[in-house]
């Protein structure tokens, strides 16, 4: 029997505890680096901080969060070799990026690619898991990202392309923002557009997350997405000339709004406030325009595909699920 400890109690941690083969591995304890001074429970298991690991016996830890450098950083530091780490949300650390860079340089080598200006102006795309080649033009942004993985940016920029090409009427918006890592992207590519960014900037609205357990939509998201403000997200706009920053609770954010929407991305986690931004924006949406709607096939946030679902349902409208990381679904009009 594989004694295991999990490091993170979030929506991450109770997905993988739900995942586990408890025939042949048990939980011995979480690890918390936030841990009350005296002490605290999880899924009837101690919680500890990373300090107090060297105490218990176990066979492997399992990083149960998105945060794999960070913790892995911390598990060094307390003498944790790698052997005895488990990381299951790895490609959007700096060691898959680092891989991939790698790997890119030695096919470049291997298949002579860089010596693709021979042949034409048009540059090749790094290598992903999934490539979209001969575009017969260079995209328009890097599809190279730490921060949003391949298929989502790459859609984003097709999307793009066809909203400007189409000469879509309409502004963009992105509603559920936290730190700007998808909204810099909707920032650079509709330059010329006003970009709105809805977001509390606190965290999850606690009534939010209340109706979503009540519905076993997701489970514990105490303290999570709270280490952001708006000066972050402004830093990492290219155009920051374009931002209008809507802080606060939707829709009571939008109130005074008259806008069209040529490109909207709703990336709220919870059912209530994905449900509630389809009823404005679709409404608002300019024919031959976008709606992506983030985690729609993620297990750790199944409110996520219930609201697209039943908002679909009851106005008769047609989605298509990308295989992006957490799942998207992209509704068009």
């Known amino acids: 029997m594989y004694k295991l400890m999990l490091f993170g109690t979030g929506g991450l941690c109770s997905y993988i505890t739900d995942c586990i083969n408890y025939d042949k591995a048990e939980i011995v304890a979480y690890i918390n680096s936030n841990v009350a001074e005296n002490g605290n429970f999880y899924n009837g298991r101690v919680v500890i901080s990373p300090s107090e690991i060297h105490e218990y016996e176990y066979d492997y830890i399992i990083i149960a969060s998105g945060s794999y450098d960070r913790m892995v950083d911390q598990l060094t530091t307390f003498n944790i070799t790698r052997d005895k780490i488990i990381g299951l949300e790895v490609n959007t650390s700096n060691e898959f990026y680092k891989i991939q860079n790698e790997v890119n340089h030695q096919l470049n080598d291997i298949f002579n690619t860089h010596k693709f200006d021979l042949f034409s102006n048009v540059n090749i795309e790094p290598s992903f898991l999934c ?28 999307v793009a392309a066809e909203i400007h090409s189409r000469k879509t009427e309409g502004n963009v918006a992105e509603l559920g923002v936290y730190k700007g890592q998808f909204s810099q992207y909707i920032n650079k590519l509709f330059s010329d557009r006003k970009l709105y960014l809805f977001d509390t900037f606190e965290g999850f609205n606690q009534k939010d997350v209340e109706l979503d357990v009540a519905r076993r939509f997701s489970f514990n998201h105490n303290g999570q997405f709270l280490d952001t403000n708006t000066d972050i997200v402004l830093k990492k706009m290219s155009n920051p000339e374009q931002c209008i920053i809507r802080k606060g609770f939707f829709p009571e954010t939008a109130v005074g709004t008259e806008d069209v929407f040529a490109f909207v991305s709703i990336d709220t986690d919870l059912f209530n406030p994905i449900y509630e931004g389809l009823s404005y924006f679709y409404p608002r949406l300019a024919q031959g325009g976008y709606i992506f709607v983030h985690d729609f096939n993620n297990g750790i946030y199944k409110g996520a595909k219930h609201a697209v679902k039943q908002f679909c349902a009851e106005n008769k409208i047609s989605y298509v699920p990308l295989s992006d990381q957490g799942g998207t679904a992209v509704i068009t009009k």
């Open 131 to 158: 490539n979209t080649t001969r575009l017969g033009r260079n995209r328009s942004i890097d599809l190279v990202s730490t921060e949003v993985d391949y298929v989502r940016l790459s859609t984003l920029e097709l």
